[in-house]
């Protein structure tokens, strides 16, 4: 027997009866950002693999263990991006799109790739969503930008949010925190996984994103950032937080979270959502005012946030979507003849309206045709035959009333608008 081709391990198909759900999500998360006044960028799925080691960080574990790289036939280095960000702001770059605008307030949503370890809630193919917005280092621009994150939960009546915000400085704020953190690490360092030990001399502000209790322990009792913030950061920290009271929106402040990516400063954030299991982070995202200038455009403070549509899913009730895939009418054919007419009927009557018409397409007894219609719980039934073809007529029944009346062929379009 020949084995069957299945579908690559941590990828998902999409089938008929997901995919309603996933059209409406998707319409709600373009309107929704489109209100806020952010527009819609869309970039290629595949860059230059130096991209998103520049941007992301050669340390990080997306980078070094999780891109889905190759070398093209021209010999050229291409990765199927693992985030947006960095193909947003190459795209604010080589478009000198601020040149345009003093703020670029955009948004997106499509597929990411990475190869991490399958599990609920994680996929090696998955839909992001996001909004960047360039050109603002105003504390207002980050308390924004949680809030429509916030708020775009909580519109979809999810409960259970929760919130957190740190700060993790501008640069020279965190040279003395990194030292110190450094240092008291290194007190530990026989107690520290390799990875941790690795990060140690390449990146020691992720170890405090550790999920290995023994570390959490110790990274309890680790140097606090939040400590070393100069007045600046603290004073912006501090409007966040106070704009962020001022929309009613809850957080907590959480000072182990840094964020995995290299390039944040300032502000991080991350919504979490407690029925999700093990991956229970809704969304995560901050300010990278280094960004755009690392990668060669000119200096422009920025932030955003990056969404899991998958888990955005699995955190609201579909069922409170109102989603109706009914169909509004059916047309019975009976024998040959009918069936042109029921094409050209269903035709019509699309055009004039924005009903579902479907007719048989599997030349079945009447009988089975109405078991269609009732299955589909079709609004309308229409039945056309030979007797009704002589008469220039057809048969209307309203399923809900059970009424069935004969209505003139050229008068259905009318009968029907
Ligand atoms: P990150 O930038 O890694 O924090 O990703 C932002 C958001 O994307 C996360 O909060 C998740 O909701 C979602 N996400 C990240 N990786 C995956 C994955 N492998 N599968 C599904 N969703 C993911």
């Not at 932030?303 to 047309?331: P, Q, T, V």
Request: glycine share 6%; proline share 2%.
């Amino acid at each position: 027997m020949k084995k069957n081709i299945l579908n690559i391990k941590g990828t998902k198909d999409i089938l008929p009866n997901e995919t309603l759900v996933w059209r409406y999500l998707s319409d709600y998360i373009h309107e929704f950002f489109r209100q806020h006044g952010y527009k819609e960028i869309i970039n290629p799925i595949f860059e230059d693999t130096s991209l998103f080691n520049r941007s992301i960080g050669k340390e990080t574990d997306i980078v070094s263990k999780e891109m889905y790289s190759w070398t093209d036939q021209g010999n050229n280095n291409l990765t199927l991006r693992p985030e947006f960000t960095a193909s947003v702001v190459r795209s604010y770059i080589q478009h000198q799109l601020g040149k345009q605008n003093a703020l670029h307030k955009l948004y997106y949503l499509g597929d990411a790739f990475r190869r991490e370890r399958p599990q609920k809630g994680r996929f090696r193919q998955f839909r992001q969503f996001g909004i960047e917005a360039l050109g603002s280092n105003f504390p207002e621009q980050d308390a924004e930008i949680i809030s429509i994150a916030y708020k775009l939960y909580h519109s979809l009546k999810i409960q259970n949010l929760q919130l957190k915000i740190n700060s993790i400085g501008s640069k020279e704020s965190r040279i003395l925190y990194k030292n110190d953190l450094k240092s008291y690490l290194e007190k530990y360092k026989s107690d520290l996984t390799e990875t941790s030990r690795y990060r140690l001399k390449t990146n020691p502000l992720r170890i405090l994103d550790t999920k290995v209790d023994f570390e959490k322990e110790i990274i309890a009792d680790a140097p606090v950032i939040l400590d070393y913030l100069n007045s600046e950061d603290k004073e912006h920290f501090s409007y966040v937080k106070d704009f962020l009271k001022q929309l009613n929106i809850p957080y907590e402040i959480d000072n182990k979270l840094v964020r995995g990516l290299d390039y944040y400063s300032k502000t991080v954030f991350e919504i979490h959502h407690g029925s999700l299991g093990g991956q229970n982070a809704l969304c995560g995202g901050g300010r990278y005012d280094y960004l755009v200038e690392e990668l060669g455009g000119p200096s422009t403070p920025a932030i955003g946030f990056a969404a899991g549509f998958e888990r955005l899913l699995m955190a609201a009730d579909s069922s409170s979507f109102g989603i109706n895939s009914d169909a509004d009418i059916y047309i019975i054919s009976l024998g040959k003849n009918a069936i042109g007419y029921s094409l050209d009927l269903a035709a019509k009557l699309r055009s004039n309206s924005n009903f579902i018409v479907v007719t048989d397409m599997l030349q079945k007894t009447m009988k089975s045709q109405m078991k269609d219609a009732n299955r589909m719980n079709c609004k309308y039934m229409l039945i056309i035959g030979d007797d009704e073809i002589s008469k220039n007529i057809i048969q209307v029944k309203n399923m809900e009333t059970g009424n069935q009346e004969s209505v003139d062929l050229s008068n259905l379009i009318k009968y029907f608008s």
